[in-house]
């Protein structure tokens, strides 16, 4: 039997990606596809996955190779499913990306396990170590003793100890020997089960209540005023898997005050069996009262919980009341989190509709594109969709932009599935991936809800793909290889498996929306909102507002409103895409703008820091008070952001409770869900944000929604701008009047004629997907050819600057070759931001409508090439 096995060590660009070994007697009833193995590759021992098996007698060799064995079979159950591995092998032909990052990609990060070669003594005759210590090298004689002492010794860490040029030389030495042999092992893998020593309860029945019986008994007998006290809920609470918990747990059955420590030294040999007793009830009560599968009582926890001593419990042991063991603990990332169970709600008849669509129609297997307006019920088609397949015995996938800002519909999603609903997010521990990944694959989920890496998810059965908010561009990853799209690999995982792919989205992406008018997909719509209506959208044109006088960032009818929100104690929430409180400092005498020194951006003055921070590297430096340039005090702070209207709001509203979220108030997920949790239980009156308080977020008590500026958005030298543009002003507008209370959109622009503006202040995705379908086809923007983006980035400009140019002769050349003549290339040029990080970046684009046959022939390894970017930038 013989074995295709993938592994990472095997050149990644050649076109072998797959290794074959003969599989051993003794594996091969074991042996299966998709299992971990590891092989011998060279001299080193590596991890690698079992792709293919045959049974072939006769396989062509090259001259002199000779078929290895597979050596160990790491772990019994495949780390892959049939059908992921069908995926990436598309993933890896689509994205021109070897097949083995791709592989990997699917795997919880340190799964994989490291190759080490490790030295030790082949021999232990005395007489030879002695030869071989008298006539080394002192380097070879304290090796000699290092490994007398610990048996092997990592030749990496070697190499750390004495320098790479002796390590090289003493080795060299050591090889010639005969007594010394180097080995290769695998490091076991950093993701591991978390074991913990645990106290359980196993007598059980008539030998439980018998114990309980004579224990009671005992207790009855105490003289002293010490009743076992109601336990309050937040000591009852054992340990769950996750973070450890720095909470003190309080001990309801400690002595009273009355009676001190030194006095139980008088107490009688009945009071103290009967205070023992009582100790000894306590905990094995709080061991019936734990009906958390995920939740453990450790031995001290529960001493410290119920008053028993370590010769108590040693008692209970003794006497097989109960047992200290060791138990897997899961690490639960929705530990500490609250889910409300939810029930399935009464469908209008066009969520009704959407969901037969979705689940009715088994001969249509054409993916699904669901537009609903904000607020039309799409998340609750999801979850009734998700039921209906559950109900077949089969699993689903829901697909988020960002999990840090989507809180809400996980939270939706595990209330309405309890105990069986797995998190896959970047942001999530080593460990809780593991943990969650193998209840995955165990088949002890039902669903599964997270960014794009969720849609890897090793689900036995998947039935249904959910893509949510389908246009956003977080489902891109551009910045490593393989440079895919969640929502192309969706489609082709639906195409593999034939199972529906739904896509749902208040603003569908302009190539969506194309494929759905051709047929390829279908289109589901909801047109209407749940109970409400869409708010109405005013715009207020900055120019007159100038010429009235007023400089403020607030125009007089939005600060009107404002009042009024406040008045009637309802909440607002006001949009502005941009951070800091002013973008641009410069100085007023000279010109001098402050630049970031590693990219070519201008710093942003940030006042709650007093600090100049550059936003792509991190920068950061002192306010100037004197330019450094002409040495005047012209120094002066322009643009908005985020904090400059946090300012102006204080001063206008000193009343008004004010929370601001983005990338500088809310720097991780948990930040994140405290500032919603907070807005949502009506702690503050206005919310002040970026782009994150624009996506998905049902806030029933929000009324108003003021968007400061739309024209930040506008500007952007790309295809895809005014895309975004709508999306963000519809998304946010969105957000008001979700309640029962009606909502109200302010729009601020100095453009108030320009398409994306108006059609977004109607709510009108139809008439801004005709103008701008229109303005695609008439420049060759996708859908209609695709992009390829080639970026190249060093420290020296003009390195960067030759090696475009390099590139673009090759390119040339190999489109003449093939004569692809609807191929053309943009650039190469400098990007729009040319260094950053203390880099130049050039790049060019490259359009066609089939770009494979010359990705597949072009070299350019240290180039980053972002196939279907979603931006040019």
């Avoid at 019986?213 to 105490?222: G, M, P, S, V």
């Avoid at 782009?691 to 952007?716: C, E, F, H, N, R």
Wanted: overall charge neutral; glycine content about 6%; aromatic content about 6%.
């Amino acid at each position: 039997m013989l074995a295709d096995v993938l592994t990472s060590a095997a050149s990644w660009l050649g076109e072998r990606s797959l290794l074959t070994y003969v599989v051993p007697d003794e594996l091969v009833a074991e042996l299966r596809v998709g299992q971990l193995v590891a092989v011998h590759y060279g001299e080193r021992l590596v991890e690698g996955i079992v792709w293919t098996t045959s049974q072939d007698e006769w396989v062509e060799l090259e001259q002199g190779q000779e078929l290895r064995p597979i050596h160990t079979i790491l772990d019994a159950e495949p780390a892959l499913q049939g059908y992921q591995m069908a995926l990436a092998q598309w993933i890896a032909d689509y994205y021109v990306t070897p097949l083995a990052y791709v592989a990997q990609m699917m795997l919880p990060p340190g799964l994989m396990q490291r190759s080490r070669a490790v030295l030790r003594l082949a021999s232990k005759d005395e007489q030879q170590l002695e030869a071989a210590m008298e006539g080394g090298s002192l380097q070879l004689r304290a090796l000699m003793g290092l490994l007398l002492a610990e048996g092997t010794i990592d030749i990496e860490r070697l190499k750390e100890l004495l320098g790479p040029k002796r390590a090289k030389a003493v080795l060299k030495e050591a090889r010639e020997l005969d007594i010394f042999s180097q080995d290769s092992q695998l490091d076991a893998p950093r993701a591991k089960a978390r074991i913990k020593r645990v106290v359980k309860l196993i007598a059980r029945g008539e030998a439980l209540e018998d114990w309980r019986k004579r224990t009671e008994l005992i207790a009855q007998h105490n003289a002293l005023p010490v009743p076992v006290p109601v336990i309050p809920d937040h000591v009852m609470q054992p340990k769950r898997g996750g973070k450890k918990s720095q909470k003190t747990i309080e001990n309801p059955w400690a002595i009273p005050e009355a009676v001190s420590a030194t006095a139980t030294l008088t107490l009688s040999k009945t009071d103290k069996e009967s205070l023992w007793a009582q100790h000894q009830l306590a905990a094995v009560d709080l061991l019936l009262q734990n009906t958390d599968p995920n939740a453990y009582w450790s031995p001290n926890a529960l001493c410290k919980a119920s008053g028993m001593s370590q010769a108590q419990l040693q008692q209970l042991l003794r006497e097989h009341i109960l047992e200290i063991t060791d138990a897997e603990l899961r690490r639960d990332p929705l530990l500490g989190r609250t889910t409300l169970a939810t029930t399935p709600l009464s469908l209008t008849p066009d969520q009704q509709h959407a969901v037969d669509c979705i689940v009715g129609d088994e001969y249509d297997l054409r993916p699904i594109l669901l537009h609903g307006v904000t607020g039309s019920g799409k998340t609750e088609v999801y979850l009734q969709s998700l039921a209906s397949i559950i109900a077949q015995g089969k699993q689903g996938i829901i697909l988020v932009p960002e999990i840090a800002l989507t809180t809400q519909a996980v939270l939706r999603v595990a209330g309405r599935f309890p105990d069986r609903v797995a998190i896959i997010h970047s942001e999530l521990s080593m460990g809780e991936r593991y943990d969650e990944w193998r209840r995955i694959r165990s088949g002890q989920v039902d669903v599964v809800i997270g960014s794009r890496s969720a849609l890897f998810a090793p689900l036995p059965d998947l039935g249904l793909i959910i893509i949510d908010e389908e246009h956003e561009p977080a489902y891109k990853q551009s910045e490593r290889r393989p440079s895919y799209h969640a929502r192309d690999v969706a489609l082709m995982l639906g195409n593999i498996l034939n199972i529906p792919v739904v896509m749902g989205s208040a603003t569908p992406a302009v190539e969506s929306f194309y494929f759905a008018e051709q047929e390829h997909y279908r289109l589901v719509e909801l047109p209407g909102r749940i109970n409400a209506t869409l708010p109405p959208v005013e715009v207020i044109d900055l120019r007159s507002e100038l010429h009235a006088g007023n400089t403020s960032i607030i125009s007089r009818r939005l600060k009107e409103e404002l009042t009024k929100v406040l008045e009637n104690k309802q909440q607002a929430i006001l949009f502005l895409n941009r951070r800091g409180a002013a973008s641009c400092v410069l100085c007023r005498d000279c010109g001098y703008t402050v630049m970031c020194e590693h990219c070519d951006i201008p710093m942003t003055y940030h006042s709650t820091e007093r600090i100049l921070l550059c936003h792509y590297c991190g920068l950061q430096s002192k306010v100037l008070q004197f330019c450094p340039q002409c040495k005047s005090s012209g120094i002066r702070y322009f643009g908005l952001g985020t904090e400059k209207i946090q300012e102006t709001i204080e001063r206008l509203f000193p009343e008004a409770r004010i929370l601001r979220w983005d990338r500088d108030t809310a720097r991780n997920r948990r930040a994140h869900e405290q500032l919603l949790d907070r807005f949502a239980s009506r702690q503050a009156d206005i919310l002040i944000g970026t782009q994150m308080i624009a996506k998905g977020l049902d806030l029933p008590g929000v009324t108003l929604v003021g968007v400061v500026s739309a024209d930040i958005a506008l500007g952007l030298p790309d295809y895809s701008t005014t895309e975004r543009a709508f999306t963000l002003l519809t998304q946010v507008a969105g957000r008001a009047g979700r309640g029962p209370e009606a909502g109200q959109v302010i729009v601020q622009t100095f453009n108030p004629q320009h398409f994306c503006v108006e059609t977004s202040s109607h709510h009108d995705y139809h008439g801004f997907y005709g103008v701008e379908i229109a303005s695609r086809y008439r420049y060759q923007y996708p859908p209609f050819r695709r992009f390829v983006k080639f970026t190249y980035s060093h420290e020296n400009r003009q390195r960067s600057q030759n090696e475009a140019l390099l590139l673009y002769e090759r390119l040339q050349q190999w489109i003449k070759r093939l004569g692809l003549v609807d191929t053309d290339i943009v650039g190469p040029a400098p990007a729009l931001m040319e260094r950053v990080r203390g880099k130049y970046h050039w790049q060019m684009i490259v359009r066609g409508p089939d770009l494979h046959r010359l990705l597949r022939v072009i070299e350019a390894p240290d180039w980053q090439i972002d196939i279907d970017p979603v931006s040019t930038l």
